[in-house]
Structure formats: C-alpha cells, structure tokens
T-cell receptor
Framework: KAGVTQTPRYLIKTRGQQVTLSCSPI?????VSWYQQTPGQGLQFLFE???????NKGNFPGRFSGRQFSNSRSEMNVSTLELGDSALYLC????????????FGQGTRLTVV | DQQVKQNSPSLSVQEGRISILNCDYT??????FLWYKKYPAEGPTFLIS?????DKNEDGRFTVFLNKSAKHLSLHIVPSQPGDSAVYFC?????????????FGKGTKLSVIP
C-alpha cells in the first residue's frame, strides 16, 4: 500500500509570490491534514479536510488556504509569501474518525528568499 | 500556551539500555495520545498510541504509559538500538479539544550510543 505522497519535495520561492503544494493520501483515507514545522514553533496544525470539507483550522493567517478533491487528494496554497513562511510543510492522512492515527508524508521543504 | 510539553530537548542512552521519553499535557479534553519518530528531512513516522481509557499500551520494544491524574505520559524503548536515534514527538487529540487535529510537543532528540 503506497504511503502519503507530497510534491514537490523542495521549493524555492521569492517573497510576494504564491505557492501550491500537493498531497495524495493513503488509498482509502478520506481525511487530509496539513502541518507546518519550523525550528522555533515545532509542528503546528494548519487545517484538516474530510470529503472535500474543511472540518478544522489552526491559527494561521488567511494567506494559507487549502482544498480537497473528490479523490481525497489535497492542495495547500500560500499567497503573498513571507520569509517566515520558510518551513517544512507536512501532510497527514487518516481514515477520518476521531482518535485515529495519522500517517505523514515526507514533506515539502519551502524556502522563501 | 503550550498544551503539550516535552521538557527534555535531548536524551542520550547506551545501546541495550532503556530509553524513557516524557510528555506532559495541560488540556484535560485530550483523550488520545500518540508518539511519532522523526528523522531529519523526513515526515514523522507513527510509533504507538494510547487511549485515555487505558494506562498502558505495548508494541514490541515500545511501551507507552499514561497517568491521567498527573496529565503525563511516557514512552519506554527497551532495549534501545542505534537505529532508534531520532527526534520523538508526543502528540494529543480529543473529541472536545480541537477534533481532527494533533497538538504536538516540541520533541526530544534521542541519541543511542553504541
């Protein structure tokens, strides 16, 4: 069974640009969550989607948005990039129930210059 | 305000000995806890979880203990192996505490010395 796949693995963008990251969950998983990892803040929750609906959102500005498609694949978009957005962005998939394990992809390393 | 705390940023253990990683939480609505292991430049790998209705869960060399009254959990690795060297994250979730999201501690870097 294939794991969670994130593309691209590495990305370099300029301040002010926008970026779209992609995540394909484990087959059969309908929930996709996104997390940001930085050295100072650790792993922080961005948002979670289930059956194309956002069920929960973390404390990030509106520049961070996401969506989920009918095949459960998800994209995350960051507009008007800032230097502080440089981070490892991780996607996790699960079956979607409460209190279940989430399985992570390898992440996308975004560098904003 | 950190709801999940891992107060030891690092831990060194001799190969073959026990590694004990600790985690404290403040939100009483958390009722499901997970441990993840992470290597640099990779995503976290799920290790083991425990529900608040249990106080212990075992999977091979890994055992997680939960003390609800103290809001404390620990991960025991016995015996420790050099391949266990990684950063370990404690995470918590719960139906009344921000459903469908994991709240992570800052991690403990474990070094297992051969």
């Amino acid at each position: 069974k294939a794991g969670v796949t994130q593309t691209p693995r590495y990305l370099i963008k300029t301040r002010g640009q926008q970026v779209t990251l992609s995540c394909s969950p484990i087959s059969g998983h309908r929930s996709v969550s996104w997390y940001q990892q930085t050295p100072g803040q650790g792993l922080q929750f961005l948002f979670e989607y289930f059956s194309e609906t956002q069920r929960n959102k973390g404390n990030f500005p509106g520049r961070f948005s996401g969506r989920q498609f009918s095949n459960s694949r998800s994209e995350m978009n960051v507009s008007t990039l800032e230097l502080g957005d440089s981070a490892l962005y991780l996607c996790a998939s699960s079956g979607g129930g409460i209190n279940t394990e989430a399985f992570f992809g390898q992440g996308t390393r975004l560098t904003v210059v | 305000d950190q709801q999940v705390k891992q107060n030891s940023p690092s831990l060194s253990v001799q190969e073959g000995r026990i590694s004990i990683l600790n985690c404290d939480y403040t939100n009483s609505m958390f009722d499901y806890f997970l441990w993840y292991k992470k290597y640099p430049a990779e995503g976290p790998t799920f290790l083991i979880s425990i529900s608040s209705i249990k106080d212990k869960n075992e999977d091979g060399r890994f055992t997680v203990f939960l003390n609800k009254s103290a809001k404390h959990l620990s991960l025991h690795i016995v015996p420790s192996q050099p391949g266990d060297s990684a950063v370990y994250f404690c995470a918590a979730t719960g139906s009344g505490a921000g459903s469908y999201q994991l709240t992570f501690g800052k991690g403990t870097k474990l070094s297992v010395i051969p």
